[in-house]
């Protein structure tokens, strides 16, 4: 188990942008942010996996791409998640995962392939 730790949730306007950070107490190859909004199921949003060397590759959900950019500083064991051009439908608890998946099987499309979760940060954004 990996200890995860999320900070940067706010409330904000939209086309605002904030940047997500997840703290983790050691490396995993793959890492994910999830979300869930009040009343609806847990959506993936964005997983970073690597291959065994020091190349990462992201991957985003269809509602996301092009506005969300998941990165990772490896020497402080944090990942980030920056969200521009947020919309109200963004709108959710954000949770960071972890899981020893390979680069394959890493997907945020899989949350059961994650075992450690962060308690959450909060996005809300208003119209």
């Known amino acids: 188990q990996v200890q995860l730790v999320e900070s940067g949730g706010g409330s904000v306007q939209a086309g605002g942008s904030l940047r997500l950070s997840c703290v983790a107490s050691?490396?995993?190859?793959?890492m994910g942010w999830f979300r869930q909004a009040p009343g609806k199921e847990r959506e993936g949003v964005a997983r970073?996996?690597?291959?065994?060397?020091?190349?990462?590759?992201?991957d985003y959900a269809d509602s996301v791409q092009g506005r969300f950019t998941m990165s990772q500083d490896r020497a402080k064991n944090t990942v980030y998640l920056r969200m521009n051009s947020l919309k109200p439908e963004d709108t959710a608890m954000y949770y960071c995962?972890?899981?020893?998946?390979?680069?394959?099987?890493?997907?945020?499309?899989?949350?059961?392939?994650?075992?450690?979760w962060g308690q959450g940060t909060q996005v809300t954004v208003s119209s």
């Open positions: 995962a972890a899981g020893g998946q390979s680069r394959a099987d890493c997907s945020y499309t899989e949350a059961e392939g994650f075992h450690s």
């Open positions: 970073l996996a690597h291959d065994g060397g020091l190349t990462s590759y992201a």
């Open positions: 050691a490396y995993s190859k793959c």
